[in-house]
T-cell receptor, first 113, second 115 residues
Framework: EADIYQTPRYLVIGTGKKITLECSQTMGHDKMYWYQQDPGMELHLIHYSYGVNSTEKGDLSSESTVSRIRTEHFPLTLESARPSHTSQYLC????????????FGSGTRLTVV | SQQGEEDPQALSIQEGENATMNCSYK?????LQWYRQNSGRGLVHLIL?????REKHSGRLRVTLDTSKKSSSLLITASRAADTASYFCATDLVYSGGGADGLTFGKGTHLIIQP
């Protein structure tokens, strides 16, 4: 079983609200990722981190921000949610030696109304 | 354009039959990985094949890699209803063109196993 946890599992929120999606892993992995996935579509990398105090933007531009203050924690924040942010957000981690297998959380399905 | 393209987009077979999915990519890779995603859930890593390998097995899964054709296939033998899921290939590119340092995922093949 994966030791990476995302909360909440589902979130329905109004436009303009600030939200934080939580992601924690207990594997001691240095590298962590956030992907965005629309239903039936591919995953797009929106943020990643090599370790504490490291954050990088992914291939898909996103209005969200991330932080990495602790190795195990990689939260994603949207300052002002919009309907266009409606999607599934998947957090993952991997050992930072090479682009090896990603271990995924169960995802947060976000709906902005 | 998409680096990894799975084919077919959807596949429906009877339980007990074999399922084959294909993945094509465009540029050189270090490795290629296959993942499974059950509806609305996260992805589960199935198997990784390195660029210098041609075939790998894991239980009922068999993965092949042809770097000359830039393609890979995933074979699931003796399928079960529980194999119903979406299957994605992901590539670790040798050169990402200055892009993000992560895997590149395809759009996936949706597999349905009819009982």
């Amino acid at each position: 079983e994966a030791d990476i946890y995302q909360t909440p599992r589902y979130l329905v929120i109004g436009t303009g609200k600030k939200i934080t999606l939580e992601c924690s892993q207990t594997m001691g992995h240095d590298k962590m990722y956030w992907y965005q996935q629309d239903p039936g579509m591919e995953l797009h990398l929106i943020h990643y981190s090599y370790g504490v105090n490291s954050t990088e933007k992914g291939d898909l531009s996103s209005e969200s921000t991330v932080s990495r203050i602790r190795t195990e924690h990689f939260p994603l924040t949207l300052e002002s949610a919009r309907p266009s942010h409606t999607s599934q957000y998947l957090c993952a981690s991997s050992e930072y030696k090479y682009r090896g297998p990603n271990t995924f959380g169960s995802g947060t399905r976000l709906t902005v109304v | 354009s998409q680096q990894g393209e799975e084919d077919p987009q959807a596949l429906s077979i009877q339980e007990g039959e074999n399922a084959t999915m294909n993945c094509s990519y465009k540029t050189s890779i270090n490795n290629l990985q296959w993942y499974r995603q059950n509806s609305g859930r996260g992805l589960v890593h199935l198997i990784l094949i390195r660029s210098n390998e041609r075939e790998k097995h894991s239980g009922r899964l068999r993965v092949t890699l042809d770097t000359s054709k830039k393609s890979s296939s995933l074979l699931i033998t003796a399928s079960r209803a529980a194999d119903t899921a979406s299957y994605f290939c992901a590539t670790d590119l040798v050169y990402s063109g200055g892009g993000a340092d992560g895997l590149t995922f395809g759009k996936g093949t949706h597999l349905i196993i009819q009982p």
